[in-house]
T-cell receptor, first 111, second 114 residues
Framework: AQSVAQPEDQVNVAEGNPLTVKCTYS??????LFWYVQYPNRGLQFLLK??????LVKGSYGFEAEFNKSQTSFHLKKPSALVSDSALYFC?????????FGTGTRLKVLA | DTAVSQTPKYLVTQMGNDKSIKCEQN?????MYWYKQDSKKFLKIMFS???????INETVPNRFSPKSPDKAHLNLHINSLELGDSAVYFC?????????????FGPGTRLTVT
């Protein structure tokens, strides 16, 4: 069965510092991996995805993610965090006609 | 121009009532989904439709009945509402259920059952 795990419920980072939100996956076959962000009282918004190719994927709002096959990880990163990045982040893996989401990581960027 | 819209945004009702949530997408996608997000923010798929056909039903009680009149609409009807149904329900769409396309989510419907 396919699954993703987000080991941290919350990540705190100071504004201007680099941030990392962790995700590990378990799939049979090629993984199709996604990151979404949810702001309060809003639906999820797509940030980026890994399908194939370059292990470093760039996405919206300056976010990027690094795919690591040997560690089965797909961590979300940003070189310099903004207070406005504070939100709930979800990692997801694509199955057949469905997406399986992680439990979410709340990112808090402190001014 | 809203890509995926849901109505209503808020729904407060009593146990035992029947209610419906509507969803429309104007992206031309062929696959639509319903998700339930609980109070801990866990997001769980309920249903998946492709070209108006039900593809996924993730062991949802049969009090929940989705209906897709056309590819752009996916409605959710809930009978005999229970306290445990209180949650935020999200509609989403994507192009190709078997492909690698991302999903687009609606703003959510917050259902409160009292």
């Amino acid at each position: 069965a396919q699954s993703v795990a987000q080991p941290e419920d919350q990540v705190n980072v100071a504004e201007g510092n680099p941030l990392t939100v962790k995700c590990t996956y378990s799939v049979s076959g090629n993984p199709y991996l996604f990151w979404y962000v949810q702001y309060p009282n809003r639906g999820l918004q797509f940030l980026l995805k890994y399908i194939t190719g370059d292990n470093l994927v760039k996405g919206s709002y300056g976010f990027e993610a690094e795919f690591n096959k040997s560690q089965t990880s797909f961590h979300l990163k940003k070189p310099s965090a903004l207070v406005s990045d504070s939100a709930l982040y979800f990692c997801a893996v694509k199955g057949t006609y469905k997406y399986i989401f992680g439990t979410g990581t709340r990112l808090k960027v402190l001014a | 121009d809203t890509a995926v819209s849901q109505t209503p945004k808020y729904l407060v009702t009593q146990m035992g009532n029947d209610k419906s949530i509507k969803c429309e997408q104007n992206l031309g996608h062929d696959t639509m989904y319903w998700y339930k997000q609980d109070s801990k923010k866990f997001l769980k798929i309920m249903f998946s439709y492709n070209n108006k056909e039900l593809i996924i039903n993730e062991t949802v009680p049969n009090r929940f009945s989705p209906k897709s009149p056309d590819k752009a609409h996916l409605n959710l009807h809930i009978n005999s509402l229970e306290l445990g149904d209180s949650a935020v329900y999200f509609c989403a769409s994507s192009q190709g259920g078997q492909g690698t396309y991302e999903q687009y989510f609606g703003p959510g419907t917050r259902l409160t059952v009292t």
